[in-house]
């Protein structure tokens, strides 16, 4: 016999009440026990007990709305999903919904039985996935806590034993010391994981829910917004899980310079033609090349992955219709580099971390990014022997000059 799923409908309108009761009952195979109140206040009391599985709450709930409902359950430590219930289709709901901390939305008037139970299934999963990340997050921290004290009970003994071990205790406070820098970096990765994998997975959740609602020809071109938004999404996670993979290869020396010989102006031209998929409405990129000849001799795998890395940095930060200025150039036994963008830049305070691993500027908060970027083309650059300078200026823009010798 399938577990009971206790659902809890937050609603101000006992009709809406009776048609859901009625929807879930047309559900097949499966064992939901629905409750309800139309009371925004009762409605917290409830959540607050925890005994149902998943939220159902409708947008509009008198003077308050559902909106509101979902951030203080979530503030005030709910863990089970919240599903909000709306009675219009459209992107800002949506958006606002998933902001709020909602895991799908639903039209109340198109509303079936499939729809729901896909609906209140995936949202159960999602949240069981979140909860592992919170529980390997808080195990995490217990770990660190515990050698922290384990840290601190050696360097006591040591202290009470003899002072003229002064050398060895300078080397465990060291080893604290980077003990403590660990687990302000875990904190930030999970914290910056966390919330750059929750929004593409919010929109692949959505638009996989959105498009099981279109179903003739006529719909197509809805169809295809959100498998759009699908591919954009799982493009982003890819570009995610490829940062961490290169600063961890990285951080493991698995990451070798060797190089080879190629014509560097043909090559650059191939990386801007490639990062064209990657700008924004009307940005366009202007490649230039100076020197006598362009034959080098350098690493193209570490090369192509900073000059794309740069290149992406620029329409990122950049506004629509602007323009990027891609140059190389070979000079005596050196080869220069520079992207300069027309973007925000970087404000002054944040120029002396800029190249910290997960460190983002406070100009970008609305612009996605996990802050590894820089960091790996810094790592890379380095590795086949060179340098990477800037100069930036809040409003104006950045440019990024990257020096490499010629083998």
């Not at 609906?119 to 515990?146: D, W």
């Not at 959100?226 to 993979?245: E, Q």
């Not at 990477?388 to 083998?407: C, H, I, N, R």
């Amino acid at each position: 016999m399938l577990d009971k799923i206790r659902i809890l409908l937050v609603d101000d309108d006992e009709d809406d009440f009776i048609i859901t009761r009625d929807i879930i009952d047309d559900i097949p195979g499966r064992n939901y026990v629905l409750e309800w109140t139309g009371s925004f206040n009762e409605a917290l009391e409830i959540i607050a007990r925890r005994h149902h599985d998943i939220y159902l709450v409708d947008y509009r709930l008198g003077a308050r709305d559902g909106l509101e409902l979902i951030k203080e359950a979530i503030r005030q430590q709910s863990k089970a999903p919240f599903i909000l219930l709306t009675g219009q289709s459209d992107r800002e709901t949506d958006e606002k919904a998933m902001r709020a901390g909602a895991l799908d939305y639903l039209v109340k008037g198109t509303l079936n039985p499939n729809e729901l139970e896909r609906s209140i299934r995936y949202s159960i999963e999602h949240a069981k996935s979140l909860a592992v990340i919170q529980r390997l997050n808080a195990e995490l921290e217990q770990r660190v806590k515990e050698r922290t004290q384990e840290l601190g009970a050696a360097i006591r003994k040591l202290e009470q034993t003899n002072r003229s071990l002064y050398e060895a205790d300078q080397e465990v406070r060291k080893a604290l010391q980077k003990e403590k820098e660990l687990h302000e970096l875990k904190s930030r990765f999970v914290t910056i994981a966390s919330h750059e994998f929750r929004t593409p997975l919010s929109t692949v959740l959505s638009s996989a829910s959105l498009i099981g609602k279109y179903k003739t020809a006529e719909d197509d071109d809805k169809r295809m917004k959100h498998v759009g938004r699908i591919k954009s999404a799982v493009s982003n996670l890819t570009g995610i899980l490829n940062d961490f993979l290169s600063i961890s290869r990285i951080e493991e020396g698995k990451i070798y310079n060797v190089p080879t010989a190629f014509d560097l102006e043909t090559f650059a031209a191939e990386v801007a033609e490639e990062a064209q998929g990657v700008l924004k409405l009307g940005q366009r990129i202007v490649y230039t090349h100076q020197g006598n000849g362009s034959a080098t001799v350098l690493d193209k795998q570490l090369l192509k992955n900073v000059l794309f890395n740069l290149l992406s940095n620029a329409s990122k930060y950049s506004a629509d219709h602007k323009e990027i200025r891609f140059a190389t150039a070979i000079q005596d036994d050196a080869i220069r580099v520079t992207v300069q963008d027309e973007g925000i830049g970087i404000p002054e305070a944040d120029k002396a971390h800029l190249f910290t691993p997960f460190f983002r500027a406070q100009n970008v908060t609305n612009i996605q990014g996990t802050g590894l970027g820089l960091n790996i083309v810094k790592k890379y650059v380095t590795i086949m022997g060179g340098a990477l300078d800037y100069q930036s200026e809040v409003g104006k823009g950045t440019t990024f000059t990257v020096t490499l010798p010629q083998a």
